[in-house]
Every structure is written in C-alpha cells, then in structure tokens.
C-alpha cells in the first residue's frame, strides 16, 4: 500500500504499487487500481465509452497508447499530448505496471513533430521506458485493430478484442484521466475537444460534461448562423443537421470534436440518402471493380470481409434464401468496424458499402445469424502498401479549405446549466442516486454504475442544485 504523494518519484510509486498490491491511498480513502479507475467514472475517452475499469481489470504483453488522431481535422489527442506529456507518460507507467506490460508504446503518426518531441522530453525526464510508434498518415491509422496490427504485427480476431493478441489500448485522454484519478482522485466532469470547420479558426475548449454543444460553438465565432455539424471526425461521426437536434446534443464522455459545417456541404447531403436509395444504387451501379475490397483495412489485417460480395448480392435480399445462403451471401457484412472508407473514398462509383453492410448486419441480427468468427486471421501481404493517405481522403471529403488549420489556444467555458446524461458508455445507464433540489458539488457521484452489467459513475460536473432528473439523464443548475 502507498501513499499518494509528489515527495515520491514515479518510479518508487509504480515499483511500491506493482509490488504492493496495488492499493493506493487517495485522499485518504484506501481502493485499488481498478476500484480508484471504476470509482472515477472513467471509460474510453475517444470511441463508444467502453468502461475502463473492467478493461484494465487484466495482464498484458503489450500497453499502447491510441494517439493517432486519424479521422481528419480533430486536434484533441495532439493537444493533450503536447500540453499534458508529463501526465501521460506517468500515466502509461502506472497502467503499465499494473498489466505487468512487457511493452509500453505510444503510437501516433510520424508527422506530429511537436508533440513526439514533448513525448520524448517527458520520457527522459521520467527515466520511462516507453516506445514512439511512429505510423505513417494513412486512415484508419486510429483503428484500434488497425494500430494493434502496425505496433505487435498481430491480427485481432474477427470482431474480437486487443487482449486476445496480448494487448490493451487505451486512448490518450482516458490514460491522463487515470493518471489524475490515481494520484488526484479526480473524477470525470470535465472533456477537453476541438471545434473545426466553420468557425473563425480551430479552437480547444475545456467544459464540463453535460455543456450544451450550441454553447460550444458560439465560443469558437462560427462563420455561419444555419450550420449542420459533425460530432467527432468526418468519417464516423454523428451528423446531426437539424436545428432542434443540434439544440439538444451535450457534451459527453466521448465527445472529442465538432466539426461545423454549411448545410449543403458534402458530406451533410451525403448522410441523408435513404439506405433503399444506397441499395437501389448497389443493384443498378456496382461495377464489381472490388477496390472497396482492396483498400478495406479489415480485409489487409486477414478478417473475412469482402464488401464487394455484399454488394453484388444485394439484389437476393428478397428472394427465398436459406439462412445458410443469407450467412454465406451477407454474413461478411458482420465484421465491417464502419471505418467508411469503403464509401467516402475507395468507391469509383460513389456506393456506399459501409451503409449496406450496416444494413445487412441488422438483418442477420434478426434472423438470429451468428456468423462464425476466424480465431487467427492473418494480415495479408499487401497491408502495408494498401493505405489511403489522409490528404488524399480530405481532398475527396470536400474537406481541403480546413486542412492544415491547427488549434493554438484553449477556453475554458463556464456554462449556467448542464444536463448530464445517465448513459455515456457502453452498456447499462447509470442510476440516479440523487434528488431533485439536492445541491451537488463537482465529482459528487450523481449517478451510480449498475453493477448487473457493464456501466459507469455519473459525477456532477459543476457546483449548482439539481432541477430535473429524467430516464435520460440529470440537469443541474450553478447556484
Ligand atoms: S468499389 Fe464500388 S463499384 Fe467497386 S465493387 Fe465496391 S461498391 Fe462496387
Ligand atoms: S466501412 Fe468499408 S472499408 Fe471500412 S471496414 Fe467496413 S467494408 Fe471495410
């Protein structure tokens, strides 16, 4: 057991921890590793909120850090890794040496000079043993599969997960956010993310969780009064393009980018095609070229997917097909990870097969189709040399005029109000534990992990008195 304390070096703290138990002592309450990490409320800060604890609650051959940040214009995890090196490599020691890692890495691409030199300063300072990955700038360079394969040379079983190969990713803002629950007992209340696209230029923003996402743009001066906007990158991120809807998105766990945008732009127009259009245009317009095979990542690491299989059977959907031949024509469309790179880049014909095959896995999951999953898929030959530059897919994104534009400050925001949602994770809401008219103050738990499933926390991000608690989630006015 140890007390957290700065009178001790790092590398006296990870040696007692490893050595001890784990048991830390955080303002003066004593819990381990995994119950200081499920005590914070921490999930994966930049994809679906995968629950941290549960994540970490194992041993690893290898630890990597995602700092990829390979959807285009989003300027979070950068940000992070230049302002809060430090954190982050303390961070990766004490996760490393919780998983009994044999290899810390942290992999981001090459061209992010500044902050591979903070990295690098932070690492020396430290005395870390931790390795910069440098991978090149292809998308999807932050598909956690994908930086899994480039770092160990290993295959992440057919819709499988990183320990399966010996290895457990976390992304760069989960990694400080542990580092500050360890040693701070800070909880999770607060995100920092970037606005982009339509705004005067590129802006990082510090707000507590729950701040309303019109209340962050308006920070960042956007350019236009009637925009659509993209939460998270321009390749998997929501678009939300009507007005009451963007009044009603927060901030949440996951929230690391805004992307604003004019209504007409591309990729807005783009997100509104019905999928019996997609599929109509499938049947009419596919030329079975097969480069959304070609150029599919999941496909080069050795899964089972050929989406251009999908799309030439689409016209079967409706004629008598056995389960067996509905799994043998469709049952690739299950391994899809909705990287889009399939329609928003590799198509000639400007299909969209992602969509299709987000289609077609509803319908095995209907049927009640379990489509057998290869244990041991091995990357094929051309893995290396099938990888789609990040210039070249924001140039066919429509997305030029904003490349190249960076972040160079930060505000912090101090909304009046903030409505906190129960559920920012995977899994099951958490469960209110607090009244109506109770005063909260920030990192008070709100909201209590469901422990029937997988689920998280719920902390109040601000000092006020709550007005409202729904099924969706609590609203707390500062006093
Ligand atoms: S890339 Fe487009 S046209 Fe070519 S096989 Fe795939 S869906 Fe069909
Ligand atoms: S979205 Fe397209 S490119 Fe991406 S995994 Fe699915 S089929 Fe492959």
Not at 105 to 110: D, E, S
Not at 112 to 136: M, Q
Not at 221 to 235: C, E, F
Not at 348 to 367: A, F, H, I, Q
């Amino acid at each position: 057991m140890i007390e957290k304390g700065c009178h001790l070096g790092i590398l006296s703290l990870i040696k007692k921890w490893y050595y001890h138990g784990e048991s830390v002592i955080c303002k003066g309450v004593t819990m381990n590793f995994i119950e200081a990490i499920k005590e914070a409320g921490i999930v994966g800060a930049g994809g679906a909120g995968f629950p941290t604890h549960i994540k970490l609650n194992t041993k690893a051959e290898y630890f990597i850090v995602n700092a990829a940040e390979c959807e285009p214009l989003i300027e979070t995890d950068k940000y992070l890794c230049r302002i809060f090196a430090d954190e982050l490599i303390k961070g990766v020691m004490m996760i490393s040496a919780h998983l009994e890692a044999k290899k810390a890495v942290i992999a981001l691409k090459g061209k992010y000079k500044a902050e591979i030199t903070a990295l690098k300063e932070a690492i020396a300072k430290n005395g870390a043993d931790i390795e910069i990955f440098e991978l090149r700038t292809f998308y999807p360079a932050g598909d956690e599969q994908i930086i899994v394969q480039q770092v160990t040379g290993r295959s992440v079983p057919e819709r499988g997960i990183p320990i399966e190969v010996g290895a457990v990713v976390d992304n760069v803002g989960t990694v400080i956010g542990i580092y500050e629950a360890l040693t701070k007992g800070k909880k999770t209340t607060e995100k920092y993310l970037s606005v982009v696209g339509e705004v005067k230029e590129p802006i990082m923003l510090k707000v507590p969780i729950g701040t309303s996402i019109r209340e962050c743009i308006q920070s960042a001066n956007p350019t236009i009064s009637d925009y659509a906007i993209i939460l998270g990158g321009p390749m998997m991120g929501r678009v939300v393009a009507e007005n009451d809807l963007i009044d009603a998105q927060i901030v949440t766990k996951t929230t690391g980018n805004i992307i604003v945008l004019p209504k007409d732009h591309y990729l807005i127009r783009r997100s509104k095609v019905s999928i019996d259009r997609i599929k109509h245009q499938a049947r009419s317009a596919c030329i079975q070229c097969r480069m959304c095979t070609d150029l599919c990542p999941r496909y080069q690491i050795g899964h089972r997917i050929k989406p251009h299989l999908v799309m030439r059977n689409v016209w079967r959907e409706h004629t008598e097909l056995s389960t067996e031949e509905f799994e043998k024509s469709f049952g690739d469309a299950a391994n899809c990870c909705d990287c889009g790179l399939c329609e928003m880049f590799s198509c000639p014909m400007g299909l969209s097969p992602r969509k299709v095959n987000g289609y077609m896995k509803g319908k095995l999951r209907e049927k009640g189709i379990n489509v057998e999953k290869n244990p041991n898929p091995v990357a094929r030959g051309t893995v290396d040399i099938s990888k789609v530059p990040t210039d070249r897919l924001i140039a066919r994104l429509n997305l030029g005029q904003y490349n190249g534009l960076h972040a160079h400050s930060c505000i912090t925001l101090h909304p009046q109000e903030v409505f906190i949602p129960l559920s920012q994770h995977i899994g099951k809401p958490a469960k209110a534990v607090k009244n109506i008219g109770d005063n909260v103050t920030i990192g008070d738990v709100i909201a209590a992990a469901d422990d029937s499933g997988l689920s998280a926390n719920i902390h109040a991000s601000v000092h006020g008195i709550i007005k409202d608690i729904t099924p969706l989630g609590i609203r707390i006015s500062v006093n």
